[in-house]
């Protein structure tokens, strides 16, 4: 019973390092990208055939507002409510008299920018340029969405847990040989 006590600890140990491996993992890439979620999933085809469904996008801010031009991918939320974040190539950019940069876009399969997703955008509504793609990733987040996705985290701790708490080291030495009995 106390080798049971101490493996506790133990798998606790190791949750601990899994977890912390994580966050560190995603606050290095939130730094090195400068944005909040450096990772994007296309869900619908308004940028075919540059972009499909279901790729993942990396994003990056970094000051990249002042530096968009004309057919750059960006990835802001949609200026009338802000209740949908959309990916769309930069078409205009109006420089204000303040200085201030209003972006127009609109999406390659698009026949025309849509007012209120695709213009006024401003730096508020900003997130960041795409700066990489992985075709079809999105899939596995489709794949893993909750709550498939917590029932497989949940499964790992588990067998984790288990797999340190419920082994058991053998420290009784094996008893001598005496040869083969008649």
């Known amino acids: 019973m ?41 869900s619908s085809s308004s940028m075919v055939p540059t972009l499909q469904v279901n790729d993942v996008l990396v994003v990056r801010n970094g000051g990249s507002w002042d530096t968009l031009k004309v057919g750059d991918i960006i990835v802001f939320d949609r200026p009338d409510g802000e209740d949908r974040v959309i990916v769309h190539r930069v078409v205009d950019i109006d420089v204000q008299p303040d200085g201030d940069r209003i972006v127009r876009t609109k999406g390659d399969a698009n026949p ?15 997130i960041g ?4 793609v992985m075709p079809g990733a999105g899939l596995v987040t489709k794949v893993i969405s909750p709550p498939v996705n917590y029932i497989i985290i949940a499964v790992i701790l588990v067998i984790l ?15 001598p040989s005496t040869g083969p009995q008649p």
Request: no cysteine; hydrophobic share 45%; glycine share 6%.
């Open 161 to 175: 847990f288990f797999s340190k708490w419920g082994r058991k080291k053998d420290t009784t030495p094996a008893p």
């Open 112 to 126: 025309a920018s849509i007012p209120g997703t695709d213009y006024p955008i401003q730096e508020d509504n900003y």
């Open 2 to 42: 106390e080798q049971k006590k101490a493996r506790l600890p133990v798998a606790m140990r190791d949750v601990i390092i899994v977890v912390a491996g994580v966050a560190i993992v995603w606050l290095g890439l939130r730094l090195a990208f400068d944005t909040n979620n450096p990772f994007y999933v296309v």
């Open 129 to 132: 340029i795409v700066v990489y």
